[in-house]
């Protein structure tokens, strides 16, 4: 399922910021890159590259490895590369201003067909399908995949999920 989140993400990215969905994919994948780079540079010498998606989240990284993120070294990387984070990767704590925008995309992915989308917490994802039980059925992410179009569109901008 988490998978599947990250394909919307990308092709919602691609969708919304009038590039072609691989540009979108080439600028995610190139971010996420530079960020594991950073991450290695700073201490955590395990953190895995992403995969040819791009797609790198914290529970992706962290389940099944020996990196610990309470260590000291974990936490002057965080610091030390985030501007590098790429779009999912939840290591660090949204601010208010970024709050705005993404409580407003999830009321209109609600608005827009998907009545459990839940707002999106403060240092987690945009889009958590784990907590959306109508994307466990076929017919559940055929409507949010029309949602996150519609209103990845309006939101892309603010939310950063423009490309390159």
């Not at 991450?39 to 998606?53: C, I």
């Not at 290591?91 to 209109?108: H, I, Y």
Request: proline share 9%.
């Amino acid at each position: 399922m988490r998978r599947a989140l990250c394909v919307l993400v990308l092709f919602v990215a691609g969708c919304a910021s009038g590039h072609s969905g691989s540009d979108t994919a080439t600028g995610i994948h190139d971010k996420a890159v530079k960020f594991a780079e950073c991450m290695r540079n700073n201490g955590v010498r395990r953190f895995p590259d992403p995969d040819a998606s791009g797609a790198l989240t914290i529970d992706g990284v962290l389940n099944g490895s020996s990196i610990d993120p309470s260590s000291e070294a974990w936490k002057n990387a965080i610091g030390a590369c985030k501007t590098l984070q790429p779009p999912g990767f939840t290591g660090n704590k949204v601010t208010p201003e970024q709050r705005k925008p993404r409580l407003a995309f999830a009321q209109c992915i609600r608005d827009s067909g998907v009545p459990d989308f839940p707002d999106p917490t403060p240092d987690g994802p945009l889009v958590d399908t784990n907590r959306i039980p109508s994307a466990a059925t076929p017919a559940g992410m055929s409507a949010l995949n029309a949602a996150m179009h519609k209103c990845g569109a309006i939101y892309a901008d603010q939310l950063g999920i423009t490309g390159r």
